[in-house]
């Protein structure tokens, strides 16, 4: 007897994932090494000085810092990561707050059915 349903999708937690919540950090594993994949060689970020010129106008100032935040995205973001680190590292208390805050936010973000409805 075949089954009558709306969907062909199977069951939240069945097949595919491997269970609950291993499809998300399988997915979060995967995107961060096509991340990491794609980040630049720091020699090229950190090029020889006499590479560097000031740009003519703003426009090209615009365009040049646009191609390059591009370019070198992952190398800025791990930057910007180690010195998040560092500086929770430096401040314990504000490490405490930062992972209450993380997992509150995960919490809501991966686990609810309905969406939050706020002054109403």
């Known amino acids: 007897m075949a089954s009558v349903g709306y969907s062909s999708l199977p069951p939240y937690g069945a097949g595919g994932g491997g269970g609950g919540?291993?499809?998300?950090?399988?997915?979060?594993?995967?995107?961060?090494q096509t991340l990491y994949a794609t980040r630049r060689p720091w020699r090229e970020?950190?090029?020889?000085?006499?590479?560097?010129s000031l740009p003519y106008s703003f426009g090209d100032f615009a365009s040049r810092l646009n191609r390059n935040l591009?370019?070198?995205?992952?190398?800025y973001a791990m930057i910007v990561l180690v010195v998040l680190f560092?500086?929770?590292?430096?401040?314990?208390i504000s490490?405490?707050?930062f992972m209450v805050i993380f997992v509150f936010w995960f919490?809501?973000?991966f686990f609810r059915?309905?969406?939050i409805v706020v002054f109403n």
């Open 95 to 97: 490490m405490i707050v």
């Open 113 to 115: 059915d309905e969406p």
């Open 45 to 52: 970020l950190f090029a020889h000085p006499a590479s560097y």
């Open 107 to 109: 919490l809501l973000y």
């Open 21 to 32: 919540g291993n499809g998300v950090f399988l997915r979060a594993k995967s995107r961060t």
């Open 86 to 92: 560092l500086s929770l590292l430096y401040h314990p």
């Open 70 to 75: 591009g370019h070198f995205r992952v190398n």
